[in-house]
């Protein structure tokens, strides 16, 4: 059976949200919570599977993709028979679409159509991914199709995968298979690697970052991996948000990827995070959220099921969100990193040098639950803040980066919301308030009013004041019992920076130079 035998429009395509939660609930898939947000729980998958991640080696990528331990390859003859599969596994089974848009930005918006086997999933794309308007949907021709069927697994002996779980992209024939996962965030990153891919050749800069905007229209950007605190810092009632995940940067301004948000709700409460709370109602998906089995209140406390616990909802459910997620050129950019080694400034300025050093870099520790196997905090670099979902090499995502900062005068920053006063199981993580006033200072500009000291090895350069910080926390070797275990770890962070960064052998001698030395 082929593809085209199916009967598209016998599935059901573009349900509304009511019926979407109605099969879900019919079908058992989830329950719904006291604010009637729909919980479901993704089984042993409660994060992405990056070893599990494959693209076909054909005539369109053999040349363009950096080929190695994050993108693998599959020959087209296994995407082939995988592909077989899937058409077979659909053919019995009532199926959902959802036909949308990947870009907020008409002239780079990528088409798409999502599969999917459970009617959750077919919601929280429809949340996740820009919705089309009745008279676009009659219209709509998808060029990239995402199949995702978690109840299809591979056979690694003859389908050449790790697993019994894949995600295959295929660029010729513009298809993403997905099968053995129930984690849904598998299709929204699946859509940004396939974007991070097109974009560049378009003379856009593809970005995994968050961003909002002022009532002045100064726009800020928000790099970080999951658990860094892109979707918390992002969402700030005194400025609009953009989208808080996956933005592209064209000669225009800045664009969301998405029409949604998919937040860490671990430890969520009302009083620390109003706009995410406030969001989680009828429409939203909590995947792995514990909840009452009498009372169906969601327990955010609770990492019964995983530390990954995860929030999907439409961006209008942020108040004052900008929709279409469109602005101008960004005015800052913000680096978020967690530190387990509680090592780095919880705050400090970059050159254009520097800020390309730590964009190719990428440091920070990768939080419970948001990878299988990840338990604990756990120090790792991933290029340009998103390396899972870079197929190209991280240089051309970098050079775009150094070419935006020099035209659009962008001021880069770095700041640690990871651990303070020692490393994991020693300090303590940066309490979230002295960090949202340190991105107002960065914001608003009044950081620039400081003194400012380079860190003796990272060469970042330290202010000595921030409104409502205490000043002793902004040099983290201050705020250490031990001054000389503090050295010591620096010493050794620095050296992981150098081992690292030994593999952009492309990378000149003048960003080289604004690494940390010892």
């Given amino acids: 059976?082929?593809?085209?035998?199916?009967?598209?429009?016998?599935?059901?395509?573009?349900?509304?949200?009511?019926?979407?939660?109605?099969?879900?609930?019919?079908?058992?898939?989830?329950?719904?919570?006291?604010?009637?947000a729909l919980q479901v729980e993704t089984g042993k998958f409660t994060g992405r599977s990056p070893k599990d991640k494959f693209i076909v080696k054909e005539e369109q990528t053999i040349n363009h993709i950096a080929w190695g331990g994050v993108n693998q390859s599959l020959t087209p003859e296994q995407f082939d028979l995988l592909h077989e599969k899937a058409i077979d596994y659909m053919a019995y089974r009532k199926l959902y679409i959802f036909d949308g848009y990947a870009g907020a930005d008409k002239d780079y918006r990528l088409p798409i159509r999502v599969i999917n086997e459970y009617a959750w999933q077919n919601l929280f794309v429809h949340q996740l991914f820009i919705r089309p308007t009745a008279e676009e949907l009659q219209t709509h021709d998808a060029e990239f199709t995402v199949i995702a069927l978690p109840g299809?697994?591979?056979?690694?002996?003859?389908?050449?995968?790790?697993?019994?779980?894949?995600?295959?992209?295929?660029?010729?024939?513009?298809?993403?298979?997905?099968?053995?996962?129930?984690?849904?965030?598998?299709?929204?990153?699946?859509?940004?690697?396939?974007?991070?891919?097109?974009?560049?050749?378009?003379?856009?800069?593809?970005?995994?970052?968050?961003?909002?905007?002022?009532?002045?229209?100064?726009?800020?950007?928000?790099?970080?991996?999951?658990?860094?605190?892109?979707?918390?810092?992002?969402?700030?009632?005194?400025?609009?948000l953009i989208g808080d995940d996956e933005h592209g940067w064209s000669d225009s301004g800045v664009f969301n990827f998405e029409g949604g948000c998919y937040a860490k709700c671990i430890g969520l409460t009302e009083k620390k995070e109003p706009q995410i709370w406030n969001a989680i109602r009828f429409g939203s998906v909590l995947e792995n959220v514990s909840i009452d089995a009498v009372s169906g209140e969601a327990d955010y406390s609770s990492n019964e099921l995983t530390e990954n616990t995860r929030a999907a909802?439409?961006?209008?459910?942020?108040?004052?969100?900008?929709?279409?997620?469109?602005?101008?050129?960004?005015?800052?950019?913000?680096?978020?990193?967690?530190?387990?080694?509680?090592?780095?400034?919880?705050?400090?300025?970059?050159?254009?040098?520097?800020?390309?050093?730590?964009?190719?870099?990428?440091?920070?520790?990768?939080?419970?639950?948001?990878?299988?196997?990840v338990t604990e905090p756990e120090a790792t670099f991933s290029a340009c803040f998103g390396g899972p979902f870079l197929p190209l090499r991280p240089s051309v995502y970098a050079e775009m980066l150094g070419d935006k900062i020099t035209k659009h005068n962008a001021r880069v920053y770095l700041v640690n919301t990871g651990w303070s006063g020692g490393p994991y199981g020693v300090g303590k993580r940066m309490d979230l308030a002295y960090t949202r006033a340190m991105i107002t200072a960065i914001i608003d500009g009044s950081i620039e009013d400081a003194q400012f000291a380079s860190h003796p090895i990272f060469g970042t350069h330290i202010p000595n004041t921030i409104p409502h910080v205490p000043s002793e926390l902004l040099d983290p070797r201050q705020v250490w019992a031990d001054k000389e275990d503090y050295d010591r770890q620096a010493k050794q962070l620095a050296q992981r920076f150098q081992q690292n960064f030994e593999k952009f052998s492309d990378a000149s001698e003048a960003i080289r130079a604004a690494g940390p030395q010892l």
């Fill in 152 to 240: 299809l697994k591979a056979d690694p002996i003859t389908d050449g995968t790790n697993s019994e779980t894949f995600i295959a992209v295929s660029f010729s024939k513009k298809i993403v298979l997905i099968g053995g996962t129930h984690y849904a965030g598998e299709m929204k990153k699946s859509i940004f690697s396939v974007l991070n891919y097109l974009l560049p050749f378009q003379g856009v800069m593809p970005m995994h970052c968050s961003a909002n905007v002022g009532e002045a229209g100064d726009t800020a950007l928000f790099f970080g991996l999951s658990g860094t605190g892109k979707t918390t810092l992002s969402a700030d009632p005194e400025r609009r």
């Fill in 313 to 373: 909802y439409p961006i209008d459910y942020i108040d004052d969100s900008v929709i279409p997620g469109v602005a101008g050129h960004p005015n800052v950019i913000i680096f978020l990193t967690a530190d387990a080694y509680g090592v780095l400034p919880p705050v400090s300025k970059l050159t254009k040098e520097q800020a390309m050093y730590h964009f190719l870099s990428g440091y920070t520790s990768k939080l419970a639950g948001t990878e299988r196997g």
């Fill in 1 to 36: 059976m082929q593809f085209a035998d199916l009967d598209v429009d016998t599935m059901q395509r573009n349900l509304p949200v009511v019926k979407l939660v109605e099969s879900a609930l019919l079908h058992g898939e989830g329950h719904l919570t006291s604010a009637g």
